[in-house]
């Protein structure tokens, strides 16, 4: 009996599992397909059946190897990789080369001249793309012979996985050894590969395993011959909560596709480089510096305190999750150096991030204050979306959390109502997030809980509710009564502060309540707050600057029509909340708005910070309720708005 690669490796994977594991897991280790993982544990059960192994399954859990300490003993011997060598003029490599020839090439070979090379008929080399041709099919891939060579009719990234497919058939079948696959590639683009492995070996500290180093050689080399081509990947139709995983690998690929595009004199665009996370993340790689200088000991100290710092705004521990450190640290440490010499980089999902995790994304805006201070730095937005994606990522590991879907087909309007609407009632820990039913169909569900939609759907494996374009009230319990449902332990978004609005009373002072003022730009309204809070001795003389320098990195409008400026909390001495109703919207940013909410929040307030800018954005997540707070005739009647939290005909 004769395991391929990938068995032996998912083998290792069970052996190595004491708790059940969901399919996505082999998936995410393998870089295959789910479809794949089940057909994979089908055909290894058979295999290791008569070593006494069992491969138990529970739905809504996952795969778990059973059997006793002896038959586990004997199961390793099966992962021993025996030494092996190739023919050259092999038919199984002979169909290799073809397929490379065809894939990469600039201009492939006849079938003449691939008989005439490998010393056979052309009936032969007819006979071995057929069978290429029939290897295509039964991946769903239509393929086609042109005056120009073989064409594969599929999105780029399934290209390159059908190739890579097609090589590991032949590989573990007929033994092929890594020099007879390294000569399928151009020896600069296998000594680039070579480099970029070692070099990032080397940042990680440790030796990467044996078959990840194998699978993402190849991988890279396929992506690096096809990029030599000017053939770039497609836009990734991933969810965004998926997207995040692979953009904490972002400045790793950034800095793979500058030496690639030194190296190689080609261009890759930004889809590229989300590929290349992609590779990185499903082969293993984290996020990983290797610090040893002095000089970088105040880096790990700001890190470490900023860490502390949100553990106490999310009432979560995050100090004791090692990878949150040397993530940040990783990001971090290069940041300080771009930002010193003016080197920005932009964030893909900055816009993303800052609506679908609009909470976690303004926390670490307050816990980055002393980071900032100690480098005498400001950071842009990009920068702590970065920063946001890692506090995200920790948080989810200790925090069940929750994804939804928003299936509808009524316009972008509407949807982004019944997403405002939803995200009200739901908990922190809930991410929702907007898809067409036209990319339902295409986008895995694996890590979806729950989907809420508007049109009928075919059967999907995810939980699916049923709402009206403008859901009721009722249909908004329901949503939340399900939600509860996945997770009845999980604190609500909607704190019991908030609802028993306290925490809001706690800093609103009629005194502070601006009723129909008649300022014209936003200098004039920032310029006013700054100074009557300077005037009642609530900030320090920074904190008008701080002010400023927190609108240049980005404007605090939301397209709902308020804004919410806020400073540095080291300039601020007393936690107030300020709000300024405008008679006619001013323009901020690049929204108009006709509220203006000033956040001011201490240093020794900031456990807080979490429940009481929660309860901010839940007070004004739609123009309905800003109109409704903005129609206010006096300070009392403003006061008893806020502190009722919502309009009822909105809610």
């Known amino acids: 009996m004769e395991l391929s690669r990938r068995e032996k490796v998912l083998l290792q994977l069970l052996l190595a599992q004491k708790e059940f594991k969901p399919a996505v897991f082999f998936q995410e280790k393998l870089y295959v397909s789910l479809k794949t993982v089940y057909t994979d544990l089908a055909n290894l059960e058979e ?21 006793s300490p002896e038959a586990r003993e004997k199961a390793y011997q099966l992962i021993v990789t025996e030494k092996t060598t190739v023919d050259e003029y092999s038919p199984e490599y002979r169909k290799l080369f073809l397929f490379a020839n065809y894939f990469f090439a600039k201009k492939p070979m006849h079938y003449q001249e691939f008989a005439d090379y490998f010393y056979v008929s052309y009936q032969s080399i007819k006979k071995d793309v057929d069978e290429i041709f029939t290897f295509c099919r039964t991946k769903n891939v239509d393929v086609v012979m042109t005056t120009k060579g073989l064409k594969l009719e599929a999105e780029e990234s399934v290209q390159q996985a059908t190739f890579k497919s097609f090589l590991e058939k032949y590989t573990d079948s007929a033994r092929l050894d890594h020099a007879a696959i390294q000569s399928l590639f151009e020896p600069k683009i296998v000594a680039l590969t070579a480099t970029l492995i070692s070099e990032l070996s080397l940042t990680l500290g440790r030796q990467l395993n044996s078959y990840f180093v ?17 053939i770039h990947l497609e836009q990734q139709e991933n969810l965004v909560f998926e997207k995040i995983k692979q953009m904490k690998l972002y400045m790793v690929g950034v800095s793979f596709s500058e030496r690639i595009e030194k190296e190689l004199a080609v261009s890759l665009v930004d889809t590229d480089i989300q590929y290349l996370c992609s590779l990185l ?45 040397q993530a940040l640290l990783s990001h971090i440490v290069p940041m300080i150096h771009r930002l010193q010499n003016g080197m920005l980089v932009k964030n893909p999902l900055l816009k993303l991030i800052k609506k679908q995790y609009s909470t976690m994304f303004t926390l670490t805006k307050y ?12 950071l ?74 508007t049109v009928p759907l075919e059967a999907v494996s995810p939980p699916v509710l049923y709402v009206s374009p403008l859901p009721s009230t009722e249909e908004i ?25 306290k925490l809001l009373q706690k800093y609103l002072d009629p005194a502070f309540l601006y009723i129909n003022q008649p300022f014209g730009t936003k200098k004039e309204v920032l310029d006013f707050l700054a100074e009557s809070y300077l005037n009642h001795h609530l900030v320090t003389t920074d904190f008008k600057q701080s002010l400023y320098a927190r609108e240049e990195l980005g404007s605090t409008g939301l397209k709902t029509g308020v804004a919410i400026p806020h400073a540095d909390p080291q300039t601020v001495k007393t936690t107030k909340l300020t709000f300024v109703t405008l ?31 929660a309860s901010i954005y839940d007070l004004f997540n739609s123009p309905e309720e800003i109109r409704w707070v903005v129609s206010s005739k006096s300070r009392e009647e403003l006061y008893r708005k806020l502190v009722k939290g919502g309009n009822p005909d909105v809610f």
């Open 477 to 501: 319990a329901m949503i939340s009564a399900n939600l509860s449902n996945i997770n009845e332990n999980e604190k609500k978004f909607h704190s019991a502060k908030y609802q028993s609005s």
């Open 47 to 67: 295999k290791i059946n008569t070593y006494g192994l069992t491969v138990s399954r529970l739905p809504r859990k996952g795969v778990k190897l059973e059997g």
């Open 214 to 230: 194998e699978s993402l050689t190849v991988s890279l080399e396929i992506f690096l011959s096809r990029i030599c081509l000017g």
């Open 281 to 325: 993340l499903a082969h293993g790689i984290e996020p990983y510096m290797q610090i040893t200088e002095k000089r970088e000991a105040n880096v790990i100290q700001v890190t470490e305190e900023m860490i502390v710092k949100m553990s106490r705004l999310l009432d979560t521990d995050l100090t004791q999750d090692h990878l949150l450190l």
């Open 583 to 613: 008679p006619k919207a001013i323009k901020w940013g690049d929204t108009e708005v006709q509220l203006v909410v000033l956040l001011a929040i201490a240093e020794e307030n900031m456990s807080e910070a979490k429940e009481l800018i």
């Open 367 to 378: 816990a980055i204050g002393a980071l900032e201070k100690s480098f005498a730095l400001s």
């Open 380 to 453: 842009t937005e990009d920068e702590v979306s970065f920063l946001t994606i890692h506090f995200q990522l920790a948080f989810e590991k200790i925090k069940v959390t929750k994804h939804v879907l928003i299936v509808c087909n009524y316009g972008l309007a509407t949807s982004e109502l019944i997403f405002n609407r939803i995200k009200q009632t739901i908990s922190a820990t809930t991410v929702l997030e907007i898809i067409s039913k036209e990319k339902l169909a295409s986008t895995s569900l694996e890590s979806v809980d729950l989907i809420i939609s």
